[in-house]
């Protein structure tokens, strides 16, 4: 297995369950403990996810700033993403799985059509569930009851967000929904912790078909050292830049070339607001609890509408975070793997798209939140002030925003909001370019030109809809685990 984050390690995890031998997990990045990121003050999560992790790694360039270069990058650590993630599962959209171009033999798994135990997504959620006590989306406080009735009065059919959290009473501070980290497995809650090493510090820089038909891992540290390991089987699970690096220097060698392009890259189409109200006209409980809900995908802005309670300094004051989460329609955003030197480095870059199908996504998404600002905190629909050229141009940014929401006192200037949008590669959702069934990665989720080397994460999803990418990558590492077993 090639990256111990939430792909390679659940792999390893479903591999353990089906008995399998001989599994090795190789992390680019050091082991630095197993706490989420969530254990940390808000202050110091909300600085380790933005500015301030030493483990930050983009390995990638972009051919379109403001796009695909701010905070979406590898946490190249043993856990990665899974150490950083909020948790959130949602299925992809059953019009998206049916659309023809997921492989329908997995479409029908992850539906629930072939399994008689339900479907792919059921049985992650009731794993999920067991290990947080309680059923996904039910409802986590009284903050969040008042909140979803208040919604529901107003028309919006919302429902608790489900996460794969728990409640942890993080030391010396508050308790927190902290969310689900394969390495868990490693500790517990299995009769053993798992006994397959994790190996960090060990960066994979090269995959080759040698002799036999194995599968040379070629290793090169930063000290120059490198060793290779061979392997019957290879899963690649670095996330989707990463395996796309080693995929395509794979292919421009076995074609004799110095670089390979991808199409069909994806992101989701970000962008809210944040809303500094006075209690007085949304008497929120002023208990602490998580307060997050959802509203399912919007037919014209093939968006998901998310509500989410932060604490305000101030006690007389309501903030919150709005946000839509959509389908980026456009497929035509690609990646170029080049090597850079001969002998040397493969360099990845990104050319992102963004069509006028794209700009009519982002058009009704700041149509829907500017209706939002207006029905839910009272701002008149002409002070939003988002242009759909914003997006494009990818400003205002998240950060500054929160600053400016944080110092805003209604109680002396009235309630307000603080659009703000996220561009193209700015949420970790980053897919598609290993699509299953595509030209680069079969059906099964097997390279083509090397069918010992298998790739899993969002990378190989054909087309990821509007939700989060991990319930699928998670119900993908089950049904990998499943045929790699049987082998
Ligand atoms: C702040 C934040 C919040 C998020 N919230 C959500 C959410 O609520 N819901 C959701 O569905 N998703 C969420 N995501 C996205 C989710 O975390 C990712 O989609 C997911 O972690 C991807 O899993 P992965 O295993 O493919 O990649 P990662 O988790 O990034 O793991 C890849 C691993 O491979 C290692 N690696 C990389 N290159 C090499 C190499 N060459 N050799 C060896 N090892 C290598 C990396 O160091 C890393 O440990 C969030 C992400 C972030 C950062």
């Given at each position: 297995?090639v990256?111990?984050?939430l ?32 254990r ?7 600085r ?70 339900g ?19 039910h409802?986590?406080s ?13 028309g919006?059919p ?38 397959y ?11 080759r ?13 930063a000290d ?15 996330g ?22 991808f ?8 962008q809210?607001f944040?809303?500094a ?33 932060l604490?305000s ?17 456009s ?11 001969p ?8 050319q ?12 009704r ?41 944080l110092?805003?006192?209604p ?68 049904w990998?685990?499943r045929?790699l077993g049987?082998?």
């Amino acid at each position: 297995m090639v990256g111990s984050g939430l792909a390679g390690l659940s792999l390893a995890r479903e591999l353990a369950d089906l008995g399998a031998d001989g599994v090795v997990v190789l992390e680019a990045g050091p082991d630095r403990g197993h706490a989420h990121k969530e254990r940390l003050t808000r202050d110091e999560s909300l600085r380790l996810w933005h500015t301030e992790d030493p483990d930050f790694h983009r390995n990638w360039s972009s051919e379109r700033p403001p796009h695909y270069v701010h905070s979406s990058g590898l946490r190249r650590r043993l856990g990665g993403r899974s150490l950083y993630w909020h948790g959130v599962c949602l299925p992809i959209e059953e019009h998206v799985l049916r659309s023809g171009v997921w492989p329908q033999e997995l479409a029908a798994e992850l539906l629930g059509e072939r399994l008689a135990g339900g479907s792919l997504y059921t049985e992650v959620a009731a794993q999920l569930a067991g290990w947080a006590e309680a059923p996904m989306g039910h409802c986590r406080s009284a903050r969040e009851r008042w909140l979803l009735a208040r919604l529901r009065e107003l028309g919006y059919p919302v429902e608790p967000t489900p996460q794969a959290a728990r409640s942890e009473r993080v030391p010396g501070r508050e308790i927190r929904q902290v969310p689900f980290t394969p390495l868990t497995h490693w500790r517990g809650p299995m009769p053993q912790p798992l006994r397959y090493p994790v190996l960090s510090d060990c960066p994979v820089t090269h995959l080759r078909t040698g002799s036999g038909g194995l599968v040379e891992v070629t290793i090169e540290r930063a000290d120059w050292s490198s060793e290779v390991l061979l392997a019957e089987h290879v899963v690649l699970a670095a996330g989707t830049f990463e395996n796309t690096r080693l995929v395509g220097r794979a292919l421009a060698e076995t074609h004799g070339q110095n670089f390979w392009e991808f199409d069909n890259l994806t992101d989701h189409v970000n962008q809210g607001f944040l809303a500094a109200v006075p209690r007085s006209a949304m008497p929120l409980p002023t208990e602490p609890g998580r307060a997050f809900c959802f509203t399912p995908v919007h037919d014209t802005c093939r968006s998901y509408l998310f509500f989410d309670v932060l604490e305000s300094p101030r006690p007389d004051t309501v903030l919150m975070c709005v946000w839509t989460m959509g389908e980026q329609a456009s497929t035509e955003s690609r990646v170029r793997v080049e090597r850079v030197s001969p002998g040397g480095q493969w360099e990845l870059r990104v050319q992102p798209t963004i069509s006028p199908a794209d700009d009519r996504v982002v058009e009704r998404q700041a149509g829907q939140l500017a209706e939002v600002a207006e029905r839910v905190f009272g701002v008149a629909r002409s002070a939003y002030s988002l242009r759909k050229e914003d997006f494009r141009e990818g400003s205002p940014l998240f950060l500054p925003q929160l600053e400016a929401a944080l110092e805003h006192d209604p109680a002396v200037s009235g309630g307000a909001v603080f659009p703000y949008v996220y561009p193209l590669g700015s949420v970790d959702h980053e897919a598609g370019t290993l699509a299953l069934g595509g030209d680069a990665v079969a059906e099964d989720g097997t390279v083509r030109v090397m069918p010992r080397v298998s790739v899993l994460g969002p990378a190989v999803f054909p087309r990821q809809g509007a939700a989060n990418p991990s319930l699928t990558t998670l119900a993908l590492a089950k049904w990998y685990a499943r045929r790699l077993g049987n082998r």
